[in-house]
């Protein structure tokens, strides 16, 4: 028994041994080469640097991917040319390569994987292809330096806090032909409205960010460091806050939770430093523990002000986490109905276009059917000059409309 043990173990070193014999080393890449004619950029023994153009075949294998690791933590590598037989970029492909500053993507990728652009803190600008169908978890988390980020057509699956602690984002822009997801202001919505799932940390354009209407969840980490947020509008029929969601929101001195929400995540209010009033319009205080505290574990309440529905107050004062507020003051049933919001609507008169009952400010785009953008600002009278079919989005509605002849 003991034998055949040992020859398994032989059997499985000649095994790895003849895997390794597949790679191959071209100047400072290795790749790996695949019996069907393919190859991919592996992790090798040094760690590449300086300009790197990506070969598009190697000894007779068409490279069509960057396999896991493959640049991971290359700290002297500045720019990456990658063919256009590129379709895969492999977990953590490009992780920590932090004084890379310039991809060019060819237009076959599909696939971004998890952390493949993490932490690359210089990274300005990347350009997607058409053909990218799936970004990864963090793909492009702590990517300190990115300004814009455009989603195309094709993009079906976003991942988890894709673009967190991205602090000099302005705009994530979405094409209006995606059905997945869609971008209001800059802002990363699904297509239906009804998850945000980011916000960018410099769109100073939503000091006031009114959510949407239709929106039943702000992910975890969506508003996280936005320090150009003054006050939010959290609408009713939103029912989830995700951990970490509004944490370190420095200008935002209150917030009004709706009764529909059901669930809030630890730290999703977690060092918003000028924070002085939490208003709660539930009449039975949501069930919390110190661990799983909005406000952070152990985070000092005295300083802050709780105002719940009348005759709610003796409830908060016996609850978990909310008796620890220094002053718990109820309001009177006026103070706490919702605002009503009225309903958008698009219309055509010649080639005017006009909109009607969206949230000032906002953001009013119009595309064509090929999705070009004709129009993007915050007037609700747009002439588009030419007769035809648009797409109008405006306080996160997509509307169809056709001007007259």
């Known amino acids: 028994m003991m034998r055949c043990k040992v020859v398994t173990v032989v059997l499985l070193a000649l095994a790895a041994i003849a895997a390794r014999a597949q790679d ?7 790749y790996s080469l695949a019996d069907d ?3 991919s ?8 640097s300086g300009n790197i153009t990506v070969a598009e075949s190697v000894q007779g294998h068409t490279v069509t991917a960057l396999g896991w690791c493959a640049f991971n933590g290359s700290h002297s590598l500045k720019t990456v040319s990658l063919p256009a037989s590129v379709t895969l970029l492999g977990d953590y492909a490009f992780n920590h390569c932090d004084s890379l500053t310039t991809v060019v993507l060819g237009d076959a990728v599909t696939a971004i994987g998890d952390r493949a652009f993490a932490r690359c803190e210089r990274l300005r600008d990347l350009e997607l292809p058409a053909s990218t169908i799936s ?12 300004s814009t980020v455009g989603i195309g057509a094709n993009v079906s699956h976003i991942g988890a806090q894709a673009f967190r602690d991205c602090n000099q984002l302005a705009a994530i822009e979405v094409s209006a032909l995606n059905t997945a997801y869609a971008s209001y202001g800059g802002v990363l919505f699904t297509a239906d409205g009804a998850t945000l799932i980011a916000s960018p940390r410099k769109n100073a354009s939503w000091r006031d ?22 006050s939010i509008d959290l609408p009713s029929g939103l029912t989830s806050i995700g951990e970490w969601a509004l944490a370190s929101c420095g200008a935002l001195k209150e917030i009004i939770l709706p009764a529909t929400v059901t669930q809030i ?8 430093s000028r924070l002085t009033t939490v208003q709660c319009l539930w009449r039975e205080p949501l069930a919390l523990t110190p661990v799983t505290s909005p406000f952070g574990y152990l985070a000092n309440l005295q300083p802050l002000t709780l105002c719940v529905p009348a005759g709610t107050a003796e409830s908060y004062r016996a609850a978990e986490v909310w008796r620890d507020f220094g ?3 109820e309001m009177e049933e006026s103070q706490v109905e919702p605002v009503a919001r009225q309903q958008v609507v698009v219309a055509a008169h010649g080639t005017i276009i006009s909109i009607t009952g969206v949230e000032q400010p906002t953001v009013v785009e119009v595309y064509d059917l090929a999705g070009r953008e004709v129009y993007r600002g915050s007037n609700t009278t747009i002439d588009v000059a030419a007769h035809g079919v648009y797409i109008v989005r405006a306080g996160m509605k997509t509307f169809k409309v056709a001007t007259n002849q």
């Open 327 to 329: 002053k718990i003051v």
């Open 135 to 146: 970004i990864g978890d963090y793909a492009f988390f702590r990517c300190r330096a990115l």
């Open 37 to 39: 004619g393919t190859a």
């Open 41 to 48: 950029v592996v992790l090798g023994d040094q760690f590449p």
């Open 265 to 272: 995540g630890a730290n999703a209010l977690a060092g918003c």
């Open 24 to 30: 191959v080393v071209e100047g400072p890449l290795t």
């Open 209 to 230: 960010f009114i959510v949407p209407d239709g929106t039943r969840e702000i992910a975890p980490y969506a508003f996280h460091g936005n320090d150009n947020m003054r």
